[in-house]
């Protein structure tokens, strides 16, 4: 049966590093009311791990069977490297994952949402999700409250929407994203913060929102490349506002269109540009 957590709960205990259990299925039953309501929430200890009957889990394979996956589940797990997620779970709760650092593989049919993962990551390390993932803002206007996926280079073979409120990662850790999908949607678009280090940009699908949101830009001497030729119709989808354009434009030494790396790729955004502006 179902088992519900309270919060605070665990509030004291700062030097727990392990948890151990003897059936994930049912341990994916728990309930937790809040992080503060898990038993790694004011843990401190190097290193936090789930054990199934006395093995640490660093490959987590959810069971078949299983249909969704609670809030905060595995919260603060530093010890989990992989995760394989089967067809038969539909959900995925908030920070499900947050503060899983270790996560460099994640595999999951369903689509996942950034609020399960975010707040995660190693900043000199390389997050793959195999499948589609959806950046969403919270209820507050402000991007403090976003959970930001912390990696130097992140992987997705799907396609990445981005809702309000929202961004996939901040720039200040990573230097690398590529999408093996369409990007859409809306909000502050793939990178949060003014103090970028984006150096490479690829998209294998189409573009439908602004990459490069009002003021934040790639890094200097980044390159964009773009998998299809219909990828961006306009340069507007780059940036947000006009006074922006620019400043992105400058920014990025190198763009590809199509499979190739090309010059006549680059002569042909060139040509989409320069019949995009006014200057």
């Known amino acids: 049966d179902a088992v519900a957590t309270r919060k605070h709960i665990f509030i004291g205990c700062t030097a727990l590093s392990r948890v151990g259990i003897s059936d994930l299925s049912n341990y ?56 394989t997620i089967p067809s038969s779970v539909t959900s995925i709760g908030t920070s499900a994952f947050q503060g899983c650092t270790s996560i460099t593989d994640f595999e999951s049919p369903c689509s996942l949402n950034q609020n399960s993962i975010g707040n995660s990551g190693n900043t000199t390390g390389v997050l793959t999700i195999h499948g589609n993932l959806t950046c969403q803002g919270s ?36 230097q690398t994203i590529r999408i093996g999908g369409n990007c859409t949607g809306g909000g502050s678009g793939l990178i949060s913060s003014t103090s970028s280090r984006l150096m490479f940009v690829e998209i294998m699908g189409t573009v439908t929102s602004y990459l490069f949101y009002s003021t934040y830009y790639p890094a200097s001497s980044s390159i964009l ?42 002569q042909a955004v060139l040509d989409m540009y320069l019949a995009d502006t006014d200057w």
Not at 39 to 59: H, K, W
Not at 145 to 168: D, F
């Open 225 to 266: 490349h773009l998998g299809r030729s219909d990828a961006i119709m306009s340069f507007s989808q780059l940036h947000y506002s006009e006074s922006s354009r620019a400043t992105t434009i400058s920014r990025i030494s190198k763009i590809y269109v199509g499979p190739g790396e090309s010059a006549e790729g680059d």
């Open 28 to 83: 994916l039953l728990i309930t937790f009311s809040g992080d503060s309501s898990h038993p790694f929430y004011a843990s401190t200890a190097t290193s936090r791990g789930l054990y199934l009957n006395g093995d640490l889990i660093e490959d987590l394979v959810i069971p078949d069977g299983v249909t969704s996956i609670e809030q905060y589940a595995f919260y603060k797990n530093n010890t989990i490297k992989s995760i």
């Open 139 to 174: 209820n507050s206007s402000t991007t403090s409250w976003i959970r930001l996926l912390k990696y130097k280079e992140i992987i997705i073979t799907g396609n990445l929407t981005i809702g309000s409120n929202c961004a996939l990662t901040s720039s200040s850790y990573t």
